[in-house]
């Protein structure tokens, strides 16, 4: 998968002078939980601990997108099909930090890869069209197997991201936060 996602910004890096995300930092968030104290952390990697297993699934990369929007972007990025028990993963999440003080997310969870970040304004009408060119193309689909609770550290580039705790999921025949791709 990691291949494919590294044709796709090749295809795309030389359309924009934009921020590419490395690969290695593409990853899925599923709840974004803010500043934790080092001394609550036990407290937050039990509540996670207690989302109810769940099978293994799959996750298709079906289309590009940008947000806010294609007008104003400030991010380009890879979305999801088959994403509901991804969205299943989310709102468990979301149920369960609840006791920990940390409130649901209100905006609507759009799983995504991001791709690129503008910070500034720079000329994106190539890149534009060739999103648009690539709408059908095939990405892919990878299993996802666990979850993680990261950190998230600004560098000087990129943040800088640590694993603090992998939850994986329930193998087959056997009784985060993001979601590695």
Known sequence: MLLKLERLQSALRPEALVK?????NLHITTKFIGE?????????????????????FELELKHLGWFPNEH???????????EQPLQALAEATDDCLLSLGIEREDRPFTPHLTLARMKNPVPLDRLRKKVHDMQSTELGAFPVR?????????????????????????????ATQHTSA
């Open 20 to 24: 590419w995300s490395p690969l290695d």
């Open 72 to 82: 104003s972007p400030r991010i380009l990025w890879v979305g999801m099909g088959k």
């Open 36 to 56: 934790w104290p080092e001394e609550r952390l036990d407290q937050l990697t039990g509540a996670l601990g207690k989302i109810a297993p769940q099978a293994p």
């Open 146 to 174: 666990r979850f993680v609770l990261y950190r998230s550290d600004p560098g000087s580039n990129f943040s800088i991201y640590r694993k603090l705790q992998v939850y994986p999921f329930e193998s087959a025949g056997a």
